[in-house]
């Protein structure tokens, strides 16, 4: 049998009440709100980049800035990201509510960081260079759906929360 402290301490969905109003609160949601969306397009960019430099064999400058870009900002959202979960849950990683994306998200920066060394070591081929590029942002694309998926859950723990909206008297 739980007692109802227990029960209080773990919420009903994503978020609890007080957790809800630090996110709503605070301005690293909406700097989250801004860079998800940007290191999307960077992304969705820099893949067509490379993908016809892998086709034609031209481009390769542009597209490893592409890919230099969006690791910046992949770095940039994950520390803006870490003081987000602070702010909202208390500590900078690892947050029961975001556990399993933020294990996953350092599989990402491992995977955008051991390209920038290969880059820089010329540890790599440029036609290596664009596959690990490629790994990186298909372990970056699983990730973002992990995240789509919470953002999904936590507007319908919104909604559920809310209460109905009640019929004007006539």
Same mark, same amino acid.
Do not use: C
């Given at each position: 049998?739980?007692?109802?402290? +227990? ?10 009440a007080e /957790? ?5 609160a605070?301005?690293?949601? #909406?700097?989250?709100?801004i #860079? +998800? ?7 969705? !960019?820099?893949?067509?980049?490379v ?10 400058d ?5 890919? !230099? ?8 959202i994950?520390?803006t990201g870490a003081?987000?979960e ?7 990683l690892?947050?029961p509510?975001?556990?399993? /994306?933020?294990?996953f998200?350092?599989a ?18 440029p036609v ?8 990186a942002?298909a372990?970056y694309l699983?990730?973002?759906v992990?995240?789509?998926l919470? #953002?999904?859950?936590?507007?319908l723990?919104?909604?559920? +929360?809310?209460?109905?909206?009640r /019929?004007a008297s006539?």
């Amino acid at each position: 049998m739980h007692s109802q402290a +227990a029960r209080k301490s773990v919420p009903a969905g994503l978020y609890t009440a007080e /957790e809800r109003l630090r996110r709503d609160a605070t301005v690293w949601t #909406l700097i989250q709100g801004i #860079l +998800a969306p940007l290191q999307f397009a960077v992304f969705l !960019v820099s893949v067509a980049l490379v993908v016809r430099y892998l086709v034609t064999g031209s481009g390769y400058d542009i597209a490893t800035a592409s890919i !230099v870009l969006k690791t910046a900002l992949l770095y940039l959202i994950m520390i803006t990201g870490a003081i987000w979960e602070k702010t909202v849950f208390g500590q900078y990683l690892f947050a029961p509510a975001f556990f399993w /994306e933020d294990v996953f998200s350092f599989a990402v920066i491992a995977l955008h960081t051991a390209y920038l060394w290969a880059l820089f070591s010329a540890a790599l081929s440029p036609v290596s260079l664009m596959g690990l590029a490629l790994t990186a942002y298909a372990a970056y694309l699983i990730n973002a759906v992990q995240f789509i998926l919470k #953002l999904k859950a936590a507007r319908l723990q919104a909604q559920t +929360a809310r209460p109905p909206l009640r /019929e004007a008297s006539a």
